[in-house]
């Protein structure tokens, strides 16, 4: 079984920039897309970014022009370069592998908490 375990988060000012990383611990099969998510209390999780094996990067509207996802396929890793934050943001950061196979075969990660505050 192959883990997901995010890193970097913590306290960032408003207007602060902070970069988040999500490292798998082997290979992961079937491999489609990268991809970090957040989630407020109470809320439902919400798509941020997504890379694909082939570097293909989306982003939510919310994000377009302050973050950037990047991928190093040689150390199984994802990070989120993020800039400009709004206090709105302070979430709950998760990283998910999506696969060709999808259901139980996606992966996530335990989450890693962004505290957007002066």
């Known amino acids: 079984q192959v883990n997901l375990v995010e890193s970097g988060g913590g306290l960032v000012q408003p207007g602060g920039s902070l970069r988040l990383s999500c490292a798998a611990s082997?290979?992961?099969?079937?491999?489609?897309?990268m991809c970090w998510y957040r989630q407020a209390p109470g809320k439902q999780r919400e798509l941020v970014a997504t890379?694909?094996?082939?570097?293909?990067?989306t982003y939510a509207e919310f994000v377009k022009g302050r973050f950037t996802i990047s991928a190093d396929n040689a150390k199984n890793t994802v990070d989120l370069q993020m800039n400009r934050w709004k206090p709105e943001e302070t979430d709950v950061y998760y990283c998910?592998?999506?696969?060709?196979?999808?259901?139980?075969?996606?992966?996530w990660g335990q989450g890693t908490q962004v505290t957007v505050s002066s």
């Open positions: 082997g290979t992961i099969l079937s491999l489609y897309a």
């Open positions: 890379i694909t094996i082939r570097g293909g990067t």
């Open positions: 998910n592998a999506l696969t060709f196979l999808g259901g139980k075969y996606d992966l």
